[in-house]
C-alpha cells in the first residue's frame, strides 16, 4: 500500500537490516519514476552512523526529490536522515519531537585502541557535524555548541533552527504523500 504512495518507512532503531531495506526501496522508487517525490517517513530513535551516512548519500544521489517527514520523534541519527530530506521538503508533523546530539560510541580496549578509536570517534563526529551546519545554514561552532548535551525541540524550534522546512498541518501539506496518490 505504501509503495503506492511512493513512500517509504523508517521506524525504530537504524541498523544494517533495516538500514539496506531503506535504501533498495529508495532505489527501487527512483528507478520506477525518477521524477516524482519520494517520502521517507522517520520516527526513529536513532541508530548506526554508516548506515546513517548511507541514507544521506543515497537521498543526494538520487534525481529526485525526498522528502523526509519526522512523525512520533527523530532522534539522533533519525533527525540527521530528516534533516538530509531536500531542501524546501522537510517536514515534522506537529507534535513530533527531534533530537540533535553528538551521539555515543561504546570505545574500549587497550590505551592505545582507545586513542585510535578516539581519533576516529573525533572524524566522524566533525563529519556529521559539518554536515548538520551546511543543512541548517548555522556555523560549526554553534551546532558543535549546541550539540553537546541532547538538545530537544519541538518542530517550532527545529523550524526556527533549520532542521526542517515546514511543519504539517493538512494533507495539502505533503504534496502527494500519505492520502493523495
Do not use: C
Not at 38 to 51: A, D, E, F
Not at 117 to 139: P, Y
Not at 140 to 161: G, P
Amino acid at each position: 500500500m505504501l509503495y503506492a504512495y511512493r513512500s517509504v518507512v523508517f521506524n525504530g532503531e537504524l541498523r544494517d537490516e533495516n538500514g539496506m531495506e531503506i535504501i533498495s526501496r529508495l532505489i527501487l522508487l527512483s528507478a520506477e519514476d525518477s521524477h516524482s517525490d519520494i517520502h521517507l517517513w522517520i520516527n526513529s530513535p536513532g541508530g548506526s552512523v554508516p548506515m546513517m551516512h548511507a541514507i544521506a548519500d543515497v537521498i543526494e544521489t538520487l534525481p529526485n526529490d525526498v522528502v523526509t517527514v519526522a512523525f512520533g520523534w527523530a532522534a539522533s541519527a533519525g533527525q540527521f536522515v530528516l534533516m538530509m530530506g531536500t531542501p524546501g521538503k522537510r517536514l515534522a508533523l506537529p507534535h513530533a519531537r527531534i533530537l540533535l546530539h553528538q551521539g555515543s560510541s561504546g570505545i574500549g580496549g587497550a590505551a592505545a585502541d582507545i586513542e585510535l578509536q578516539s581519533g576516529d570517534l573525533r572524524t566522524v563526529r566533525d563529519t556529521v557535524l559539518h554536515r548538520i551546519a551546511e543543512a541548517t545554514g548555522k556555523t560549526y561552532e554553534r551546532v558543535f555548541e549546541d550539540s553537546l548535551r541532547d538538545r530537544w525541540f519541538t518542530v517550532e524550534q527545529a523550524l526556527d533552527y533549520g532542521l526542517i522546512d515546514r511543519i504539517v498541518e493538512s494533507p495539502a501539506d505533503l504534496r502527494g504523500g500519505i492520502g493523495a496518490p
